[in-house]
């Protein structure tokens, strides 16, 4: 699909019963309770201990939602992103965890090619720091606008690896995000409440991009990819 067809279609990328809520909570707090759990797991675990792709997986998916709130300006990072959990969480049982995922990959010399679990979990790991840091941004200051927070976290993290296409969509599709009022309501959120929630995955998501990115540069794969 040509990269301008992700901001003009009308077709959703995921259905109300794929993100349906598991428990009480909005999205944004049960995202904040999955992560603070990874981050548990990976603070807690010991040396020997490895991250389960199903674990990850699951976590990963409550991100979609958020998203998907952010309307068609983020379209293509969340038809993108979904796809390459969807990916991953299919492997699950064949890899178990991260590291057998890349171990695998860099022993057949494909950790870079097109369609490699290696790579897909480099860009899911981008998404995640997509949303941290577009939550820092948001939270910030109060006049930040949206879209002044969504650009500056898309320069920073995933413009320098976007192609001039995607990169002249995504700056389009920029006018078309909500207002902060509108974000906060499509989240079911207050302004108090987004803060608690935003600052708790921002805490949380660290540990886990950090382990990722120790996954690769344990194993001599450079980061600026």
Not at 13 to 26: C, I, P, R, V
Not at 60 to 71: K, N, Q, R, Y
Request: net charge negative.
């Amino acid at each position: 699909m040509d990269i301008f067809s992700y901001f003009t279609s009308d077709k959703v990328s995921y259905s109300e019963d794929e993100f349906e809520d598991a428990g009480e909570g909005t999205a944004i707090s049960m995202m904040a309770d999955a992560f603070e759990e990874l981050s548990d797991l990976i603070k807690n675990g010991n040396k020997n201990d490895e991250l389960r792709l199903k674990v990850f997986c699951d976590a990963c998916s409550l991100v979609s939602v958020l998203f998907g709130s952010l309307g068609l300006a983020f379209k293509f990072a969340e038809m993108e992103y979904t796809s390459k959990v969807r990916d991953l969480a299919d492997a699950a049982e064949i890899y178990g965890t991260l590291s057998r995922v890349i171990d695998c990959d860099v022993k057949t010399d494909t950790v870079k090619s097109a369609e490699s679990l290696t790579r897909k979990l480099r860009r899911v790991r981008q998404g995640l720091d997509l949303i941290r840091e577009l939550f820092q941004n948001f939270l910030s200051t109060d006049d930040y606008s949206l879209k002044e927070a969504a650009s500056s976290a898309y320069k920073q993290v995933c413009a320098p690896y976007h192609t001039w296409a995607v990169r002249t969509a995504v700056s389009a599709g920029m006018c078309a995000l909500p207002t902060r009022d509108q974000l906060l309501l499509n989240l079911n959120e207050t302004d108090e409440s987004v803060e608690i929630e935003m600052r708790r995955y921002i805490k949380a998501s660290l540990p886990v991009i950090k382990y990722i990115d120790n996954l690769y540069t344990a194993r001599g794969i450079t980061l600026d990819w």
